[in-house]
Protein backbone atom coordinates (compact mmCIF):
# COMPACT_ATOMS: atom_id res chain seq x y z
CA UNK A 1 0.00 0.00 0.00
CA UNK A 2 0.77 3.84 -0.72
CA UNK A 3 -0.24 6.78 1.51
CA UNK A 4 -0.09 10.08 -0.28
CA UNK A 5 -0.92 13.11 1.90
CA UNK A 6 -1.95 16.04 0.22
CA UNK A 7 -3.51 19.22 1.34
CA UNK A 8 -5.54 21.36 -1.34
CA UNK A 9 -6.72 24.07 1.36
CA UNK A 10 -2.94 24.55 2.34
CA UNK A 11 -1.94 24.51 -1.46
CA UNK A 12 -4.34 25.37 -3.77
CA UNK A 13 -2.44 25.02 -7.36
CA UNK A 14 0.47 23.31 -6.00
CA UNK A 15 -1.58 20.12 -5.35
CA UNK A 16 -2.12 17.74 -7.65
CA UNK A 17 -4.49 16.54 -9.32
CA UNK A 18 -4.33 13.96 -11.93
CA UNK A 19 -1.28 11.06 -10.39
CA UNK A 20 0.28 7.99 -12.38
CA UNK A 21 1.68 5.12 -10.31
CA UNK A 22 3.99 3.06 -12.22
CA UNK A 23 5.93 -0.22 -10.70
CA UNK A 24 9.33 -2.38 -12.30
CA UNK A 25 12.64 -3.41 -11.51
CA UNK A 26 14.21 -0.45 -13.04
CA UNK A 27 13.47 2.29 -15.31
CA UNK A 28 13.26 1.41 -18.41
CA UNK A 29 10.47 -1.49 -17.85
CA UNK A 30 8.45 0.64 -16.24
CA UNK A 31 4.54 0.12 -15.94
CA UNK A 32 1.50 2.03 -15.30
CA UNK A 33 -0.27 0.14 -12.80
CA UNK A 34 -2.92 2.89 -11.03
CA UNK A 35 -4.01 6.46 -12.61
CA UNK A 36 -5.50 8.50 -10.14
CA UNK A 37 -7.81 11.89 -10.66
CA UNK A 38 -8.19 14.00 -7.16
CA UNK A 39 -10.65 16.28 -6.67
CA UNK A 40 -9.50 18.89 -4.06
CA UNK A 41 -7.77 15.99 -1.73
CA UNK A 42 -7.23 17.04 1.92
CA UNK A 43 -5.65 13.88 4.13
CA UNK A 44 -4.13 11.03 3.23
CA UNK A 45 -5.06 8.95 -0.06
CA UNK A 46 -4.50 5.18 -0.12
CA UNK A 47 -3.56 3.34 -3.21
CA UNK A 48 -3.46 -0.10 -2.96
CA UNK A 49 -0.37 -1.77 -5.16
CA UNK A 50 -2.05 -5.17 -5.69
CA UNK A 51 -1.95 -7.73 -9.05
CA UNK A 52 -4.46 -8.71 -10.41
CA UNK A 53 -5.04 -12.27 -8.04
CA UNK A 54 -4.89 -9.69 -5.05
CA UNK A 55 -1.20 -10.05 -3.71
CA UNK A 56 1.15 -7.72 -3.06
CA UNK A 57 3.50 -6.91 -6.58
CA UNK A 58 6.83 -7.72 -6.23
CA UNK A 59 9.00 -4.55 -7.40
CA UNK A 60 12.65 -2.76 -7.05
CA UNK A 61 11.18 1.03 -8.24
CA UNK A 62 8.21 2.83 -7.68
CA UNK A 63 7.61 6.08 -9.72
CA UNK A 64 4.88 8.43 -8.79
CA UNK A 65 4.30 10.71 -11.77
CA UNK A 66 2.29 14.19 -11.28
CA UNK A 67 0.31 14.46 -14.20
CA UNK A 68 -1.40 17.07 -13.41
CA UNK A 69 -2.05 19.75 -10.98
CA UNK A 70 -5.15 21.66 -9.51
CA UNK A 71 -5.54 25.27 -11.64
CA UNK A 72 -3.05 24.17 -14.27
CA UNK A 73 -0.24 24.97 -11.39
CA UNK A 74 3.31 24.14 -12.35
CA UNK A 75 4.79 23.21 -9.22
CA UNK A 76 3.77 20.72 -6.58
CA UNK A 77 3.94 19.86 -3.24
CA UNK A 78 3.42 16.20 -2.08
CA UNK A 79 3.69 16.84 2.03
CA UNK A 80 4.53 12.84 2.92
CA UNK A 81 4.22 9.47 1.12
CA UNK A 82 4.50 6.38 2.90
CA UNK A 83 5.09 2.74 1.51
CA UNK A 84 3.70 -0.06 3.71
CA UNK A 85 4.87 -3.52 2.70
CA UNK A 86 3.03 -7.29 3.85
CA UNK A 87 4.94 -8.16 7.24
CA UNK A 88 6.24 -12.03 6.75
CA UNK A 89 7.93 -14.12 9.47
CA UNK A 90 11.00 -13.53 10.42
CA UNK A 91 13.86 -16.36 10.57
CA UNK A 92 15.20 -15.08 13.77
CA UNK A 93 13.81 -17.94 16.10
CA UNK A 94 14.73 -20.50 13.81
CA UNK A 95 18.72 -20.59 14.51
CA UNK A 96 19.82 -22.69 17.33
CA UNK A 97 21.70 -20.66 20.36
CA UNK A 98 25.44 -20.60 20.25
CA UNK A 99 26.65 -20.35 23.62
CA UNK A 100 30.31 -20.72 22.82
CA UNK A 101 33.29 -18.02 23.73
CA UNK A 102 34.30 -16.90 20.90
CA UNK A 103 30.28 -16.39 19.35
CA UNK A 104 29.45 -14.39 22.72
CA UNK A 105 32.47 -12.40 22.18
CA UNK A 106 31.17 -11.14 18.42
CA UNK A 107 27.34 -11.11 19.29
CA UNK A 108 27.47 -7.22 19.93
CA UNK A 109 28.52 -4.42 17.82
CA UNK A 110 29.97 -1.46 19.49
Known sequence: ???????????????PSKISFRVGNNFHNLQEIR???MVEP??????????????PIQTFMIQIAVLANHQNGRDMHMRQIKVYTPVEKSSIGKFPRCTTVDFMMYRTIR
Open 1 to 15: MLCIYADYKSDESYT
Open 35 to 37: QLE
Open 42 to 55: SGWIHVSLLDHTNK
